[in-house]
């Protein structure tokens, strides 16, 4: 499979340059493809860094098992976790703590592709109470990614000078672009332990749990702020999605809701399994999204930020959220 | 600084495709202008949690008008612009301090292959590459900081650059591959006068690679 070379570094194009009447130069088609290369094979953060909304997590002999639901670029192979604690005894106010990676089972990946993975992470708390300053997952780049549709990658001889420059010269570099999961936002995530000794079962100690029919917060959920990717010149909103990973007790439904502020739209989906997964996928969040003419990106001085909950909507036992995220 | 013409993708008429019909400048302009909003909005999301008030990171200051790193990220990858300058970070922080007293926070970003003591010189510098809050309440709040963005030192590819082995493609050969990162970090000290006791609570981190205005 022919590769394309992933640059470190992005490049402009100078538009002044490229005029009605004068044909355009293969360097500028050839700097474009470079740029898509790099859009497509520098990596997402797939996990952004969050800090779990537990107290301490008790020792000893305990394996705390967080779920995070990873979506991957195409054509990454390589994940990392990088994960800081400290135990709370002998660690002096004020020092800050480095992450550290985790080992991943699902990297290097087997095979290319945007189907999620659903990562367990474990933390083994032995000897001290510890806490956890932070969990975050990102893609490593590619150095080179496949000339293909599904991994992005341009071929900048294509583009060359002395050749013509035709519609099907061009087509790779159109498509990758109008296929915008590249580059794609993990606008917020988090997680707590949903089991307390390495996922034989579950626990229920740090999981928000509701037997009320009202939607309350769940963990991480009040408040987060969120911006997402603009696509089209004259969008103000996206439309993004959510999941959570919960469970309920005998024959309850589960209710998990997101809720944008700014634009008042809010989402719901149901779930009924009895042992913790992942459940279906909210697919229309309505939130902000950038407004490129402004400093901050914001399509007003007011941020927009989820709330993120819970509720129980039948039956008459528990529901338990131990994780959530919402991406583009 | 968006580098495309029109802020966002437009779109094209796939029946108007004819594979071998030439391109024309306009169609370029477009073509081209979508490659590059592509680009500029492919910033990612860094940092972003909220936590509960009673699950702040708690750290005491024990040393007046002493800045203590209370918390760092992993270095994490970053993006840089066409003209060698990193997206800026956009940046939220949620805090309040936990004795009577005045507490200071900062947030900074520093290159991923530097220890924390570098965050010292960035709080040195100041904007663009700390800004600072003050809280003398105890009633957790997103501070108003002394900027919206913050960015890192100009030249500081040397100190971002990272070299992991990887793998040239799925089951291929062990290759390296080079990138740039970059951690954020966040200071607080309490201001003179405050008590010993005095700590800072940080209970939410909002840090997003934006391409600018």
Known sequence: MPLSRVPQFREDLAFASIVAGAPVASTDWQRAAAVQNWVAGRGRQVIPTFCPDVPDLEAPSNTYRFALYVLPSYPTIDLVAMVSRSDVVSVLPGVVQTPSPVALSASPRSSYGTTAIQVQLDVAVDVRDEEIHSIAVYEIPRARIEQTASAGGIDTSALGAGQPITIASVDALRDAVADDTFGARVLAAHAVPWSKDGGSTSSTEYATASTSATYAAVVGGSGVPVLARKKRTTDTTRTVKARCYGWVTGATTGQFRVTSSSQGSSSAVSFTNTTPAWSSEITDLLVDCEDLSTATGLQSATWDELTVESRRSAGAGNVYVAGWIVYE | ?213
């Open chain 2, 1 to 213: 600084m968006s580098t495309s013409l029109f802020e966002g993708l437009i779109r094209s008429e796939a029946a108007q495709w004819d594979a071998y019909s030439p391109v024309d400048t306009a169609w370029a302009r477009g073509i081209l202008s979508n490659v590059m909003h592509s680009a500029d909005s492919s910033g990612q999301v860094l940092v972003n949690y909220r936590v509960n008030d009673a699950n702040a990171i708690d750290r005491v200051l024990t040393q007046a008008s002493t800045w203590y790193a209370i918390w760092s990220s992993a270095a994490l990858p970053i993006r840089f612009r066409g003209d060698g300058t990193s997206y800026p970070l956009r940046v939220r922080l949620r805090a309040a301090r936990g004795t009577a007293g005045t507490v200071d926070f900062a947030v900074c970003v520093i290159g991923g292959r530097l220890t924390t003591d570098a965050g010292y010189d960035a709080l040195a510098v100041g904007a663009p590459l700390a800004i600072t809050a003050s809280s003398s309440s105890g009633t957790h709040a997103w501070l108003t900081l002394s900027g919206s963005t913050i960015n890192l030192a100009a030249g500081g590819v040397a100190s971002t650059e990272i070299e992991r082995s990887t793998l040239a493609e799925i089951g291929g050969a062990a290759m390296a591959v080079r990138y740039d990162a970059a951690k954020v970090l966040v200071f607080a000290k309490r201001e003179a006068g405050s008590s010993a006791s005095t700590s800072a609570l940080v209970s939410g981190l909002h840090a997003a690679e934006y391409i600018g205005a």
